[in-house]
C-alpha cells in the first residue's frame, strides 16, 4: 500500500463490512473532491491495470454507466 487515500476510512468500512480481502473506491465530485483509495495485497495489486481496462472496456461497450 502507498499509504491512506482521501476516502480511506469509508473504504475500510464497506472492505471490512464485506470482508473482502481488497478493494478500491474511486470517487468523483465528492464532499472532499475527487480520487480514490486502495487497499489490496501484493497479490491482487497486480491484477488492478487488467481489472480497470476490462471496466473502462464495458463502460465503452454500453455507452453509459449502468
Known amino acids: ?7 480511506d ?3 475500510t468500512a ?3 463490512k464485506i470482508e473482502a480481502r481488497g478493494a478500491i473506491l474511486i ?3 465528492g464532499n472532499r473532491g ?4 486502495a487497499q489490496l ?3 491482487l495489486a497486480t491484477t488492478v491495470p487488467g481489472v480497470l481496462r ?5 463502460i465503452e461497450r ?3 454507466l449502468g
Open 1 to 7: 500500500m502507498i499509504g491512506p487515500g482521501k476516502y
Open 9 to 11: 476510512a469509508e473504504l
Open 14 to 16: 464497506v472492505r471490512e
Open 27 to 29: 470517487v468523483f465530485d
Open 34 to 37: 475527487g480520487g480514490f483509495s
Open 41 to 43: 495485497p501484493v497479490d
Open 54 to 58: 476490462n471496466i473502462a472496456d464495458e
Open 62 to 64: 454500453r455507452g453509459f
